[in-house]
C-alpha cells in the first residue's frame, strides 16, 4: 500500500509503523478525511512499537499468559491493636500521622482512569450515585471527606485526581457542575494517564475505528509515571508536601488519609505502604500482599494452589489473609525514584472482548476474547521500597468497594456497608437500633463526622427514623 504524505515527519512515523509490521492501521487511509487522518497519526505517534514489540513476544507469541509464579510466602503486618502496647503504638502513629497532616505534608491522590466495565455504568465510575439517602456520587462523599479533613487539621490537603482519555472531559465537567464539592478549585488537580494498544493474537494493533486504534488505560501502576510525568510531583514540592495518600474510586468506605496508616509510615520510615484486611475465607478472590521469591508484592488469588489457599497458621488464621484494599502511602521522593530511568513495573495481561472494525469498517462486538490487553499493578512497586508498613485494618470499617453491577461487591452491597457503620455510629452514640438496620436508609455525612469517635462526640437524642440524613 502507498501512504502518501507530503509532510517529512509523517512520512517517517508511517515508516516506523510499517517497520514494526504494523502497516494493516492504514487500510483505510484512502477513505479518511484530513482530519481523521490526522487523528490516526497522532495516536500513533504516541505508540511505544519496541515495547508492543515486547509484549507480543512475551505474552502473545511465547504462547504463555502469565509468568511463571515463584516461591511464596506470606507477608507480616501490623495486625489490629489488641494488647495495651499495641493500643500505646497505634495512638503514637496517630498523633504522628496527625502532625503531618496539620503541617500539610500530605496529598490525597485517586486513582480514577479505570473504565469500570463490570459496573456496566454509563459515564465516569466517580459519578455513580451511591449513598443511601441523599444518593451521592463517589466523587462527592471522597470531596466531603477531604473538606472535613481540611477542617480538622486547619490545613489544605491538595487532592489529586488521576483520569484517563476515557473519562477526563466528563470527571472535569462534573467537579465544575458540582463547584467542585465545596473544595477550593486550585486544590483539586486532575491530570491523565496514558494508554497502550491491545493486541491481537497476532500480536497485530487492533482497529477500533477506521481512523482508532483500540487503546486501554495502562493500569492504576501508570499513576506512577502519570504523577511525575504529568507534573503532580512537582506541584506537590511547590507546596511541601512529601507524603502521598493513595486511593481508589470505588472505595465507599475509604478512612481518608487515615492519620494512623500515615503515622505508621512516617514513623517507620516507610517508602511505600498498604492496608489489609483479613481474607473472609480461603475463597474470597482477593489478591494477599506478601513475597515471591523473595520480594514483597501482591500475590493473586489464581497463584495460590487449593493448599495454599486453605493452609492455615497456629492460631487458626490464614497462612495467606493479608487481603489487599489498594490503599497505600508513598513518599514523594519514592515516586520520583521509581521513574528514574523509566518505570519498570510488570505488565499484566488479560484475554479480552475487543470491539473492533471489519474489513469494511463496522464495527463488531466480539462473542468471545480476541485480543490482549496489558496493564500495570500499582502494588507492583511495593518490592522497590526500601521499607514498607503493612497495616491491617477493620473490612466494616474501611472497605467496601462497588466493583459489579449486582451481588459482592455492588452498589447494593456497598449501601449496605455504610447504613450498618453509620448505625454502629449511632448505636454508639446512645441511639436505639433495630437489631438489624439493613432494611433501614440512614446516612451521615463526612462532613459531619469520619468516625464514630467523632461522631459520639456531637450525638445528642437522636431519634431513628428510614430516611435520616444528618449533616
Ligand atoms: P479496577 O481494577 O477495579 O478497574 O480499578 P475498573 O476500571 O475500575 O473496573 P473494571 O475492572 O473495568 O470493572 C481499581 C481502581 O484503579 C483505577 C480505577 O479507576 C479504580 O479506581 N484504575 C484502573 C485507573 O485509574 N487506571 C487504570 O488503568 C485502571
Keep these: 500500500m502507498q501512504i502518501l504524505t507530503t509532510n517529512n515527519d509523517e512520512q517517517e512515523l508511517i515508516e516506523r509503523v510499517r517497520a514494526a509490521g504494523q502497516e494493516h492501521v492504514f487500510r483505510f487511509w484512502d477513505e479518511l478525511s484530513d482530519q481523521a487522518r490526522k487523528s490516526l497519526l497522532s495516536q500513533l505517534r504516541e505508540i511505544d512499537f519496541e515495547l508492543m514489540a515486547m509484549l507480543a513476544e512475551k505474552f ?45 505534608r500530605v496529598a490525597a491522590f485517586l486513582v480514577a482512569g479505570g473504565q469500570g466495565t463490570r459496573l456496566g455504568f454509563h459515564g465516569a465510575k466517580g459519578k455513580f450515585p451511591i449513598s443511601p439517602v441523599k444518593h451521592k456520587s463517589l466523587f462527592q462523599l471522597h470531596a466531603e471527606k477531604i ?59 487492533i482497529l477500533a475505528a477506521k481512523d482508532r486504534i483500540f487503546q486501554n488505560p495502562n493500569g492504576h501502576g501508570g499513576s506512577l509515571s502519570a504523577l511525575k510525568h504529568r507534573g503532580a510531583l512537582e506541584d506537590m514540592r511547590a507546596r511541601d508536601i512529601d507524603l502521598i495518600f493513595y ?46 521469591d523473595g520480594k514483597l508484592g501482591v500475590i493473586e488469588y489464581s497463584d495460590l494452589s487449593d493448599d495454599e489457599k486453605n493452609a492455615r497458621n497456629e492460631d487458626g488464621s490464614l497462612k495467606f489473609q493479608a487481603g489487599n484494599i489498594a490503599i497505600h502511602a508513598f513518599n514523594v521522593d519514592f515516586v520520583e525514584r521509581e521513574n528514574r530511568g523509566g518505570l519498570r513495573l510488570p505488565w499484566h495481561v488479560a484475554h479480552k472482548k475487543i470491539a473492533f472494525a471489519d474489513p469494511l469498517g463496522k ?11 496489558f496493564e500495570t ?10 521499607k514498607t508498613v503493612f497495616l491491617e485494618v477493620r473490612r466494616e470499617d474501611e472497605f467496601s468497594p462497588v466493583k459489579n453491577k449486582t451481588g459482592d461487591d455492588s452498589p447494593e452491597t456497598a449501601r449496605r456497608d ?54
Excluded at 509510615?265 to 500482599?289: D, Y
Excluded at 463488531?364 to 485480543?371: D, L, T, Y
Excluded at 462532613?447 to 435520616?468: N, P, Q, Y
Design 60 to 104: 502473545i507469541q511465547s504462547g504463555k499468559s502469565t509468568t511463571a509464579k515463584g516461591e511464596l510466602e506470606p507477608a507480616e503486618f501490623i495486625p489490629l491493636p489488641e494488647s495495651p502496647d499495641e493500643q500505646v503504638q497505634a495512638s503514637l502513629a496517630r498523633e504522628a500521622g496527625e502532625k503531618a497532616l496539620t503541617d500539610g
Design 363 to 373: 464495527r463488531v462486538e466480539p462473542e468471545a476474547p480476541n485480543g490482549y490487553k
Design 418 to 471: 455504610m447504613v450498618r457503620q453509620y448505625g454502629r455510629w449511632l448505636q454508639a452514640a446512645g441511639a436505639i437500633l433495630p437489631e438489624n438496620v439493613d432494611g433501614l436508609n440512614l446516612e451521615i455525612s463526612p462532613l459531619k463526622a469520619l468516625s464514630a469517635e467523632e461522631f459520639a462526640a456531637d450525638a445528642a437524642a437522636i431519634k431513628i427514623v428510614d430516611g435520616l440524613y444528618l449533616e
Design 247 to 292: 486511593f481508589q474510586v470505588d472505595n465507599v468506605l475509604v478512612k481518608m488519609c487515615d492519620p494512623v496508616f500515615l503515622g505508621y509510615h512516617v514513623l517507620q520510615n516507610a517508602e511505600m505502604s498498604a492496608k489489609v484486611c483479613a481474607k473472609s475465607g480461603p475463597g474470597e478472590k482477593v489478591g494477599v500482599l506478601g513475597r515471591v
Design 147 to 205: 473538606r472535613a479533613l481540611g477542617r480538622k487539621y486547619g490545613a489544605a490537603i491538595p487532592w489529586y485526581i488521576m483520569t484517563s482519555e476515557t473519562n477526563h472531559k466528563e470527571t472535569v465537567g462534573f467537579f465544575e457542575q458540582e463547584s467542585y464539592f465545596g473544595l477550593k478549585t486550585d486544590d483539586v488537580i486532575f491530570f491523565t494517564q496514558q494508554m497502550v494498544p491491545a493486541l491481537d493474537p497476532h500480536g497485530k494493533l
Design 377 to 386: 499493578f500499582v502494588f507492583d512497586a511495593l518490592g522497590d521500597a526500601g
